[in-house]
């Protein structure tokens, strides 16, 4: 099989120290572990953006890095991808702010990473960009001359029109998405709306078996929705059971239960809406005082971002406050964590968990998810409280599921989830393994590239000027 480029914002390169916290690296290595070039942002700030890229090497994994000057840091990252992109894909028009300079400062790195990427690149090459940092890539790529298939798969969510519309620079967005061979989306939702979008602002319809046309090219826009190794989770979960980390942890809950909350420091995932839902908990299900123990564990994120840090602050105050009210000598109801945890240990914090808490306001599709379930044990498994806003929810519909909005709803999941019998855990987690190991990292990589790699129909007919109404009548 032809070399898999993976292009990603960031790099996990294996010499950065200490575990990387982000689903993205988690679900893509998968697709080069028997070999590949992975290229993107080193994390480092330098005096130019792009130039020669960084080399190194582990195992038979080329990663290549460049750096982006201290302007494109303030407005690609901080600005249009992180200000504009993230909150008006998670669904928070509120949050968006628009600046056409952060916008130019957008293109322009995406024209010096194609720039750098380029000496390094082989003919047949499948190329596979990740993320909403790096849409124009592919038009970039192909104004330098690359002929190579070239795949895109966005992370996060899709909006509908009436959203996506209120970006100054939607359409032109789109047009770079066409560019690509195939673009994959998490969940079949996200791929109607970005359907709907395609269809309502540029007037383009897919056609079956050859995709979305324009000048000359198709684009198949598909759902291959991301997942882990589940099987192997599992394992390691077994193993980290009985490991120091998840000993100390279970000899501090002294028999009471844990419930389980592990997300990036965001505001997509919910984060105060889930600390209310503890408090009301507490509040008004007396019996579970002294006996729950609830440790969020939520390493801190896009700090130079100032809505991150008014998050944090928010959360610093209401963990404060919470355990003010309710902690005696000897019990903290809440454990929040603003660091990272190694995955391995993770595996066993999941496992000696009654509850876990998934509750995103809105998510591409949330892998902590599937780790929770896979880390269970078959015999005295956990319960899964599950955001219908995650696109985990189309998959892990055996899961508790609650609209994130509603402190009330998730308080009475947790009350529902400390309280239920075996019986009904053991059904519930029966399915939802069953689930999880039926989209896993693999399958994801095999979708996708099997769908980048196809056979593209002779596409002279198509060029016959064929419209949105034709196309539909073909649908
Ligand atoms: P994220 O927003 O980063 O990913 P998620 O899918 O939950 O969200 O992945 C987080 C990953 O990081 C998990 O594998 C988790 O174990 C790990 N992690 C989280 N907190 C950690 C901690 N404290 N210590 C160590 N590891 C931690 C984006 C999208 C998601 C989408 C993924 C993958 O926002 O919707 O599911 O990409 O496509």
């Known amino acids: 099989m032809a070399r898999v480029v993976v292009i990603s914002n960031r790099v996990p390169v294996p010499t950065e120290l200490g575990p990387r916290a982000g689903g993205l690296v988690v679900g893509v290595k998968d697709a080069i572990k028997d070999g590949g070039l992975w290229f993107g942002w080193s994390g480092q700030v330098a005096e130019h953006t792009g130039g020669q890229p960084h080399l190194n090497r582990a195992g038979n994994v080329d990663y290549a890095t460049v750096e982006i000057s201290k302007e494109d840091y303030e407005r690609f990252y901080v600005g249009f991808t992180n200000g504009t992109l993230w909150p008006l894909l998670h669904f928070r028009p509120g949050l968006v702010a628009f600046e056409r300079v952060e916008f130019e400062s957008y293109l322009s790195v995406n024209r010096a ?10 003919p047949d090459d499948l190329i596979w960009v990740h993320d909403y940092h790096l849409i124009p890539m592919a038009t970039e790529l192909r104004a330098l001359g690359v002929k190579n298939r070239i795949g895109f798969f966005l992370h996060v969510p899709f909006v509908p029109p009436s959203l996506l519309d ?22 079949a939702q996200h791929l109607r709306d970005f359907q709907d979008c395609l269809r309502s602002m540029l007037g383009l319809v897919a056609v079956p078996g050859i995709g979305i046309q324009t000048d000359g090219h198709a684009m198949m826009p598909i759902a291959a929705p991301i997942g882990i190794d589940a099987r192997a989770f599992a394992r390691q979960a077994k193993r980290a059971a009985s490991a120091k980390a998840t000993q100390r942890l279970v000899d501090s809950l002294v028999g009471r239960s844990l419930i389980i909350g592990v997300d990036r420091l965001d505001y997509s995932k919910g984060l105060p809406n889930r600390f209310v839902a503890f408090s009301r908990l507490l509040e008004e299900h007396k019996e579970h005082r002294l006996k729950v123990s609830y440790l969020q ?102 899961a508790i599921i609650i609209n994130p909005n509603d402190s009330d709803e998730i308080t009475e999941a947790m009350h529902q989830a400390l309280t239920m019998p075996l019986a009904e855990r053991k059904a519930r987690y029966e399915s939802l393994f069953e689930k999880v190991c039926r989209t896993t990292a693999q399958s994801y990589c095999k979708d996708f590239l099997g769908t980048l790699t196809r056979q593209v129909p002779d596409l002279d007919i198509r060029e016959s000027g064929m419209t949105a109404d034709h196309a539909q009548h073909q649908h």
């Open 113 to 122: 990473f194609a720039k750098s990427l380029l000496p390094l690149l082989k």
């Open 166 to 187: 209120a970006l100054p620079q939607a359409r032109r967005l789109l047009r770079m998405m066409c560019d690509y061979d195939a673009v994959g989306f998490q969940t």
């Open 297 to 398: 564990v939520a390493p801190r994120s896009r700090e130079d971002v100032a809505e991150y840090q008014r998050l944090k602050r928010d959360l610093d105050r209401r963990t404060g406050e919470i355990n003010g009210r309710f902690a005696e000598f000897d019990w903290v109801p809440l454990r929040y964590l603003t660091r990272p945890i190694a995955r391995a240990s993770l595996a066993g914090f999941y496992r000696v968990a009654r509850v876990g808490l998934v509750t995103p306001l809105r998510d591409g599709m949330n892998l902590v998810a599937k780790e929770y379930v896979a880390a269970q044990d078959p015999e005295d498994p956990g319960v899964l409280v599950l955001s219908r806003f995650a696109g985990a929810a189309e998959e892990l519909d055996d």
